[in-house]
């Protein structure tokens, strides 16, 4: 069920929350927005997963909307414009396509065809023009939605996204070697690879085109706005962990905070499910307060000129996005196709992938 089944109310509709993942805190005081492009921007996500081939025809019929990809960003980027919209949308509905690839190359041990899809996208991603009619699919349609992304701010934004694109990379690789080998990190290196994993310096440096505004790294590093941002993402992996941990301890997962807090700590099922709630309802309040820090920065920038108050306003939208994102996150796990496991004819498959890899039957 889609909490803004027309794309155009900010009052969700009533969706079943299990008791266990509810957050009383997000439903009250994170008020859900949607970006009044979205209907257009489903339609358009739509097409491009099936113009580039993403995800065959039928499953982007069955699954696509379902799924609520474009529901999460149109909740997440308000005040972006509709063709920074569209991009990012595309961009995030290839990143799920290339985790469900990612999870399928290992669940079928296809090292090498993982070892050559990484080394294609690191160079789609530092020469995307190259590599837009790339025989992968995933690598063209990663392409062509970088290229899109690299035209709306300065080339020093683009080399960042690049450089931080390219730890994720490397991350994902990281946890194919864990999840081939068995290998639980410990609550420290899970922690730090899941900020790579989960792409939080990724989805925060989209908050810029977003704005209309490069932030200069005097900005972006000072502590209360890197703080907020650091929060809002933290958030939306943890949470993603106490959704998912069922299905992944039954699957003989490694990459989850509860299973680490599991297998290092000692904890039972039970209290790692209690500490990683604790952990995020902490993380909430933590964030309530590098909020207000971080728009009494954004006061602070506004110092009478131009710059200054261009640069006050951008931060202020980031800000106000990066509440946004609580919000958006935590619907979206009680609404997309993509956590309802209950559902799936085969709990260890979803329906919605392709388990083939490029090339390969």
């Known amino acids: 069920m889609h909490a803004f089944p027309h794309g155009t109310t900010s009052t969700p509709t009533a969706v079943a929350v299990p008791p266990s993942l509810s957050l009383p805190v997000i439903e009250a005081a994170f008020p859900r927005q949607l970006h009044p492009y979205w209907p257009r921007l489903q339609e358009k996500t739509r097409a491009w997963l099936l113009e580039k081939r993403l995800m065959p025809a039928d499953k982007v019929k069955e699954y696509a909307d379902g799924l609520c990809y474009t529901d999460l960003m149109a909740g997440y980027y308000i005040g972006a414009p509709d063709d920074v919209l569209q991009a990012i949308a595309d961009y995030s509905a290839w990143f799920f396509v290339w985790d469900d690839r990612h ?33 992968d699919p995933l690598v063209g349609g990663f392409a ?14 683009n080399a960042r996204f690049a450089r931080h694109f390219h730890a994720v990379i490397e991350a994902y690789d990281r946890e194919f070697h864990n999840r081939t080998h068995g290998v639980i990190p410990t609550v420290e290196e899970y922690l730090a690879l899941r900020r790579l994993t989960f792409a939080h310096w990724i989805w925060t440096d989209l908050l ?21 941002a650091l929060l809002s993402q933290e958030f939306a992996a943890w949470y993603n962990d106490l959704c998912s941990l069922p299905k992944e301890l039954a699957g003989d997962e490694v990459h989850n905070l509860g299973i680490s807090l599991i297998k290092h700590e000692g904890l039972t099922l039970e209290e790692s499910v209690t500490e990683v709630r604790r952990r995020i309802e902490e993380c909430i309040s933590e964030f309530q307060v ?8 954004a006061d602070d920038l506004a110092d009478g000129t131009v710059r200054g108050k261009e640069l006050s306003a951008a931060v202020r939208a980031c800000v106000c996005n990066m509440r946004n994102w609580f919000s958006t996150v ?6 997309s196709g ?14 919605y992938v392709n388990n083939e890899a490029a090339g390969e039957k």
Do not use: Q
């Open 103 to 135: 999870d399928r190359d290992i669940v079928h041990r296809r090292p090498s065809a993982w070892r050559r899809l990484r080394f294609r996208l690191h160079a789609a991603l530092d020469s995307p023009g190259d590599h837009l009619r790339h025989e």
């Open 330 to 335: 935590y619907w979206f796990h009680h609404e």
């Open 338 to 351: 993509r956590y309802m496991v209950d559902s799936w004819d085969d709990r260890s498959t979803p329906p």
């Open 290 to 297: 590098a909020e207000r820090a971080a728009l009494r920065f």
């Open 144 to 157: 062509d939605s970088v290229l899109r992304l690299y035209r709306f701010l300065p080339e020093s934004w």
């Open 208 to 228: 810029e085109p977003s704005a209309g505004c490069e932030l200069p790294d005097s900005v972006r590093k000072h502590p209360a706005y890197r703080r907020a």
